[in-house]
């Protein structure tokens, strides 16, 4: 069964360094979408993508985060400076055209 | 008017037995109602969904009710089982395949 797979699986960073986590969506899924949990919490929404551009983000998402699909396969979220609070698990999710959204296993940010 | 409140926030339940739990939304523009299910370190994984045009949906063990006047729906485990113990998200979006909304969780334990 296809299914969306992300690395690193763990990462640990200083504040202030620039991260790029990978995720590779199901091969025929359109859109792309980020979200992220902090330890204990609820899965809150980041950023959504479709046909190369973000299609809506929430206020979470902002002037640090960015989002690319670089080449066919890839689908990446980076943060340009950790702040303590970005410390989460960030997942990964893709979906064809009104379907239900696939996440990925997501991976542990650890900001230090 | 986004949010999706959702109770109890944990569940002690015997093999066997019957796991409910319940979220309820304000927004009446949401349209697709799914729950998702989590284990420790993966990501959610979707389990079952609903759109507001029925007001019952079953998959096996799992059942989903859904009361549209009341703008709430829950989520019915019958024959609860240890391998069942997780923590389980219900989640709205305006469609299929829009940013979702969760809840705040719910995790189930079940003992033998």
């Known amino acids: 069964e296809p299914e969306v797979t992300q690395t690193p699986s763990h990462q640990v960073t200083q504040m202030g360094q620039e991260v790029i986590l990978r995720c590779v969506p199901i091969?025929?899924?359109?859109?792309f979408y980020w979200y992220r949990q902090i330890l204990g919490q609820k899965v809150e929404f980041l950023v959504s993508f479709y046909n190369n551009e973000i299609s809506e983000k929430s206020e979470i998402f902002d002037d640090q985060f960015s989002v690319e699909r670089p080449d066919g396969s890839n689908f990446t979220l980076k943060i340009r400076s950790t702040k303590l609070e970005d410390s989460a698990m960030y997942f990964c999710?893709?979906?064809?055209?009104?379907?239900?959204?696939?996440f990925g296993p997501g991976t542990r940010l650890l900001v230090l | 008017q986004q949010q999706v409140k959702q109770s109890p926030q944990s569940l002690i339940v015997q093999k066997g037995g019957i796991s409910i739990i319940n979220c309820a939304y304000e927004?009446?523009?949401?349209?697709?109602f799914p729950w998702y299910q989590q284990f420790p370190g993966k990501g959610p994984a979707l389990l079952i969904a609903?759109?507001?045009?029925?007001s019952e949906k079953k998959e096996g063990r799992f059942t989903i009710s859904f009361n549209k006047s009341a703008k709430q729906f829950s989520l019915h485990i019958m024959d609860s089982q240890p391998g069942d113990s997780a923590t389980y998200f219900c989640a709205a979006s305006l469609l299929r395949g829009d940013k979702l909304i969760f809840g705040t969780g719910t995790r189930l334990q079940v003992f033998p």
């Open positions: 091969s025929n899924h359109l859109y």
């Open positions: 609903i759109r507001p045009d029925v």
């Open positions: 999710a893709s979906s064809e055209l009104l379907d239900p959204q696939y």
């Open positions: 927004n009446t523009a949401f349209d697709y």
